[in-house]
């Protein structure tokens, strides 16, 4: 994602907050938003800001269990397994599987791409620890 579309999120979200206040779900998810742009400029620090903050709302707008909240926190697992943040990674990942479990079910799309992001940085960290044995 380019430069302009970190603009154009920034000034939707101020747009956003004028117009439906805070906490809302269409913020949440505008901030969530500019968390996925930041992650792909490797921005990483000010990621890991937008998608907390996504998450801290979505929890407060929707409760722990929720799949928005279970989506939020792949994205964070999935910054973290970049950053080589594993423990942080995985037990985010562990989260949501069991949460997008609980409320979307099996079958869903959201969890079957959960469950896959999961599978990824497993095999990626048994490829890194292949040559400790």
Known sequence: MSDHSEEKYLKALQLEKQIFGVPHSIVA??????????????????????????????????????????????NLASLYEVLGRDDEAEALYIQAISMSLRVSGESNPNTTIIKGNYQHFLNQKYKQNKGLF
């Not at 490797?42 to 799949?67: C, D, V, W």
């Open 29 to 74: 998810n505008t901030i969530n938003r500019l968390g996925a742009v930041y992650d792909q400029q490797q921005n990483y620090e000010l990621a890991e800001q937008y998608y907390r903050q996504s998450l801290r709302m979505r929890i407060k707008l929707f409760g722990e269990e929720h799949p928005s909240v279970a989506g939020s926190m792949n």
